[in-house]
Nanobody
């Protein structure tokens, strides 16, 4: 059974940082594409960042987080991290992690991701 569990959200001031964690069990993390998505209040869900399996290689991100966010993976801990720096109020939302076992380069197209977490709330406010 595949499980995806996000954590690390919270309230942070503009300009601050947070690191989100996504623990994925039931898949081979090194072979899977993992994506981070977010949904702001009253808006649709959007892709933020993704990381491909080791063999496919590479990562992909939304222009809105360029230079501020970074993604990384710890195979031993079955965990993917989203480091978020220089946070802005518009980064506020529920952040979701998703997994796709297909050994293909990642992208931010939601339909390809089969397994989703419940989300973690990020609020950026003074």
């Amino acid at each position: 059974q595949v499980q995806v569990v996000e954590s690390g959200g919270g309230l942070v001031q503009p300009g601050g940082s947070l690191r989100l964690s996504c623990v994925v069990s039931g898949v081979t993390l090194g072979d899977s594409a993992i994506g981070w998505f977010r949904q702001a209040p009253g808006k649709g869900r959007e892709g933020v960042y993704c990381i491909s399996g080791i063999q496919s290689g590479g990562a992909y991100y939304s222009d809105s987080v360029k230079g501020r966010f970074a993604i990384s993976r710890d195979i031993a801990k079955n965990t993917v991290y989203l480091q978020m720096n220089a946070l802005k109020p518009e980064d506020t939302g529920t952040y979701y992690c998703a997994a796709d076992e297909a050994e293909l380069p990642c992208d931010l197209a939601e339909p390809r991701y089969d397994y989703w977490g419940q989300g973690t709330q990020v609020t950026v406010a003074p």
